[in-house]
């Protein structure tokens, strides 16, 4: 019965059917005392061991000797309480493969529907990254294209390439009559101007300032003109306000004069506008500031871990995407946090020790640097233990600081 996984205790029913063949046990009773493994593992195992040497044969001869029970027990001690039953494993193997073949062969539309229906492990942002990494094309808000959901459109139709179109939805302070009057307003005609948006939609100032700092309304004008779209919308704000007021508003020809020249923010800017406005970036990652400085200090990028050896020194960064703390048998809290750097999720375990040193940066700071060793789990799974952290903002504050002396 355990030819199914080559010899390797995987299943609850594996313990079962173990259990009943050397102690001599209804499936049910084996089931209880399976459960008490989960507790305790030691607790069951002076009944094993007497039952077991118990079991004879027709003629009277031992079914298993002392030999064979020691390397039972070794068996099931080991497996401990970190198995499942045959069914959950099923249950869960079914939606990897499909995910799998999903994310294969239509990359665009199962990101999209992460996207979508947040299943909630990790931030939407690390599914973003994720989906960069992929070459999935992560399109900007437009307010004559996006909606309140993510699209998938077809970015190079010769290529067959398709991209994501962010949706409204993720615009940080965005009600639902403004996102309800922006679709709305465009369903007999798109919007022509940003004057015209600002009339028609009526969005509140700040969301109308967001939407510009993200270049959602950057369709509306010719060129590359972010920062004076940003200016305009500042002066429009403040001098008009939307139909339905006529105080202080004003022509609209006047409404339609951008200025000219003004210096459109920096590649920082925008990621910095990206996330406060949308909690993700679009084209960028948020260490990317901070790259010249990681270089110097030697950090591996997370994709890279895979290659080096157990117990290998190594110093990571990221922002932190998950932390846990789960129960653990010994009673001692062990902290797991996950670090997005661009690249992938490093994957940090802070033991007692480590979290002495850490001290409030484990549970406080987003922007880490951790210094410890890698743990191989497997030909592909590897994490980092942890001896140290520190706040990636105060080191960057005192290299730049060296630097400069």
């Given at each position: 019965f355990l030819q199914d996984s080559y010899g390797v205790v995987i299943y609850h029913e594996h313990v079962l059917r173990i259990l009943h063949d050397c102690m001599g046990i209804e499936l049910a009773d084996a089931?209880?005392?399976r459960r008490r493994m989960?507790?305790?593992?030691?607790?069951?195992?002076?009944?094993?061991?007497?039952?077991?040497?118990?079991?004879?044969d027709e003629r009277g001869r031992r079914l298993f000797t002392d030999r064979e029970i020691d390397r039972i027990w070794t068996t099931l001690r080991g497996f401990g309480s970190f198995g499942f039953c045959k069914a959950h494993g099923a249950a869960f193997a079914l939606p990897t493969y499909q995910s799998a073949w999903l994310k294969t062969h239509y990359p665009a539309e199962f990101m999209a529907g992460l996207f979508e229906h947040d299943p909630g492990m990790y931030p939407r942002r690390l599914l973003m990254a994720e989906a960069r990494r992929m070459g999935v094309p992560l399109l900007p808000l437009d307010v004559n294209v996006s909606t309140d959901s993510y699209v998938v459109?077809?970015?190079?139709?010769?290529?067959?390439?398709?991209g994501i179109r962010l949706a409204f939805r993720d615009v940080h302070g965005i009600t639902q009559a403004e996102l309800r009057r922006i679709?709305?307003?465009r369903t007999d005609e798109p919007y022509e101007s940003i004057a015209d948006f600002y009339t028609r939609a009526r969005p509140s100032r700040p969301?109308?300032?967001?939407?510009?700092a993200v270049g959602a309304l950057d369709s509306l004008v010719t060129g590359d003109r972010r920062g004076d779209v940003i200016a305009y919308v500042r002066q429009l704000t403040a001098k008009h306000r939307p139909k339905g007021d006529s105080e202080n508003q004003l022509p609209?020809?006047?409404?339609?004069?951008l200025p000219t020249g003004t210096p459109s923010p920096s590649r920082d800017e925008q990621l910095a506008a990206q996330l406060d406005v949308l909690s993700s970036e679009l084209d960028g990652?948020?260490?990317?500031?901070y790259r010249e400085m990681l270089d110097e200090l030697g950090v591996t990028p997370a994709d890279q871990l895979v290659d080096l050896r157990g117990g290998s020194e190594v110093i990571v960064a990221g922002i932190r995407v998950a932390t846990q703390t789960p129960p653990m048998r010994s009673g001692k809290r062990v902290v797991f946090i996950s670090f997005d750097d661009g690249h992938g999720v490093a994957d940090c375990t802070f033991f007692?020790?480590?979290q002495q040193r850490v001290g409030p940066l484990l549970f406080g700071t987003k922007l880490m640097v951790v210094h410890g060793r890698t743990r191989r789990t497997g030909a592909r799974g590897v994490s980092v233990q942890a001896d140290n952290a520190f706040d990636l903002k105060q080191l960057w504050a005192q290299w730049r600081e060296s630097r400069a002396a």
């Open positions: 089931d209880e005392l989960e507790r305790d593992v030691d607790s069951i195992e002076d009944a094993f061991r007497t039952r077991t040497a118990q079991r004879v459109e077809w970015t190079d139709a010769a290529a067959r390439t398709r679709i709305d307003e969301l109308i300032q967001r939407l510009a609209l020809s006047r409404l339609d004069e990652h948020v260490l990317d500031p007692e020790d480590a």
